[in-house]
């Protein structure tokens, strides 16, 4: 392995950035599964069963939005102190997490905890783009993308663990180690990039627009997945004024001196493009997390436990597929080849998933749903790469956290359209009984997903390619008169 940077950094220290870098990975991506495991034992400790999804919904909107915002901030800030506060909000309020008397707290808590997440999801990504040549960001990308796949495999477990020992309590409580020594890590081996000529000026006009733009949108799409307990008339309120906000933003970002989300970059192709693919394999790759597990409980009869034994292949098949996807092009230098593999890949697995019944067995489960874990592991590593490369050093924290906050995008929208598709079917197949009804449900779920991984497939066409180069550090333009501040 290449362990030499644009930066010239030694060895021992890559190996502790990156160590560091994934430790403090791990914390923001052991959250959803560890709390999806203690979940339960939290309603019964503080009921309020009415509102179970609105700790995962507030941590996905602060996440989402911190991710743009801290993005474009550590572009003032440097990284490293950013990506320090990220971690530190995320230890704090964990704890106040896990000292919540009320539902009404923990999810006020849980939202000021994505903030931090939202930090934690993006930063280590940027930093990778910004200290490595263009060829070799793949390779290290690859290797901070597998937490994932190990938190989807541990994460479960050892939120079951943490809670049957200690309680629910305990699985807010054990990110404050975890944090310390990524704390001690980062402290100690990276140092604060900070990219020279950037205005100290904060887009407040965007931030706010912004904000109450998203937030809106993310409170409308959520009360579509119970029209009977939100009328329309609220939902449409929500719509209204989020499109009121998002053109309030446009015109802010269009006049502000340094615009967390600069309009401009949306002209670049490779950009734009990128930005759709991501939002839809994002979308289906949550169709198979989400609905496979589903499957093999509801009509297959399976236990939780070994639904969540057959995920695992899944999630080792899309860590695996991360890695490789990242050596395959430090290798060749190129990836609009295995954009277009990789929605054929998921093409292939959600058809088959589609075509999924009562009489399907376990072992075809696992197949189809390891298939599509390895087209969405290779979506974690291309598009980050493929605009990092279309763009200067100048760019390259806010392009970089614009493809994660895509990704998050398109699970806020398909998660509740996947659930609409699944209730719809299920109120005019009633009569066929329980099973059939969830098997038809389901079968419509991955249909919808397969028009998804179509319409990826069409566009990866359109994605131009800039082929990597594997020794040259990436500069910034001469005629911006831009550089990089090394900050020691």
């Not at 560091?20 to 560890?34: E, H, K, N, Q, R």
């Not at 299920?426 to 389901?442: F, N, Y």
Request: charged share 10%.
């Amino acid at each position: 392995m290449n362990y030499e940077s644009q930066y010239n950094l030694a060895k021992d220290k890559i190996i502790m950035i990156m160590a560091g870098l994934m430790v403090g990975l791990l914390v923001a991506a052991f959250d959803y599964s560890i709390m999806a495991t203690a979940m339960p034992k939290v309603i019964n400790s503080l009921q309020g069963m009415e509102y179970y999804v609105w700790p995962f919904t507030f941590y996905m909107l602060t996440s989402t939005i911190a991710i743009i915002i801290f993005g474009k901030l550590s572009d003032i800030y440097g990284r490293k102190h950013v990506l320090i506060a990220g971690i530190i909000i995320f230890v704090v309020t964990s704890v106040m997490c896990g000292f919540a008397t009320s539902m009404l707290e923990l999810i006020i808590f849980r939202g000021l905890q994505g903030i931090g997440g939202g930090i934690l999801i993006s930063l280590p990504f940027i930093v990778v783009g910004e200290i490595f040549a263009p060829r070799e960001r793949a390779k290290y990308m690859g290797i901070l993308a597998s937490v994932f796949g190990l938190a989807d495999v541990l994460g479960p477990i050892l939120g079951g663990v943490i809670t049957d020992a200690v309680g629910w309590r305990g699985v807010f409580f054990v990110n404050v180690p975890v944090g310390i020594a990524a704390v001690a890590l980062i402290l100690y081996s990276l140092p604060n990039f900070k990219l020279g000529g950037v205005k100290k000026v904060i887009d407040y006009g965007g931030i706010i627009t912004f904000t109450l733009a998203l937030s809106s949108l993310f409170l409308a799409v959520t009360f579509t997945g119970d029209l009977n307990k939100y009328p329309l008339v609220e939902i449409a309120g929500l719509l209204v004024f989020s499109g009121i906000m998002f053109i309030l933003f446009i015109s802010a970002e269009k006049r502000a001196a340094e615009a967390i989300l600069p309009l401009r970059l949306f002209k670049n192709s490779i950009f734009s493009v990128s930005a759709v693919e991501s939002f839809l394999a994002s979308a289906l790759m949550f169709s198979g997390v989400i609905y496979v597990p589903l499957f093999a409980q509801g009509v297959l009869g399976m236990s939780a436990t070994n639904a969540g034994f057959l995920m695992i292949l899944m999630s080792l098949s899309l860590t695996m597929a991360s890695i490789i996807t990242g050596q395959i092009i430090s290798v060749t230098g190129k990836y609009k080849h295995l954009v277009i593999a990789e929605f054929v890949i998921t093409g292939i697995g959600v058809v088959l998933l589609a075509t999924m019944n009562a009489s399907t067995s376990p072992y075809q489960l696992v197949a189809y749903s390891t298939i599509l874990g390895i087209g969405s592991g290779m979506a974690y590593n291309i598009f980050n790469v493929a605009v990092q490369n279309a763009f200067t050093l100048r760019d390259i924290g806010i392009i970089t956290a614009s493809m994660r906050f895509f990704r998050n995008i398109g699970t806020i929208i398909f998660v509740p359209v996947f659930g609409f598709i699944m209730n719809f079917t299920l109120e005019i197949t009633v009569t066929l009984g329980k099973t059939q009804a969830l098997v038809l449900s389901i079968q419509n779920i991955f249909l919808a997903a397969i028009v998804l991984a179509f319409a990826g497939l069409i566009i990866a066409f359109l994605l131009k390619e800039i082929p990597l180069s594997g020794d040259t550090p990436v500069t910034q333009e001469e005629v911006h008169g831009e550089c990089i501040e090394k900050v020691k």
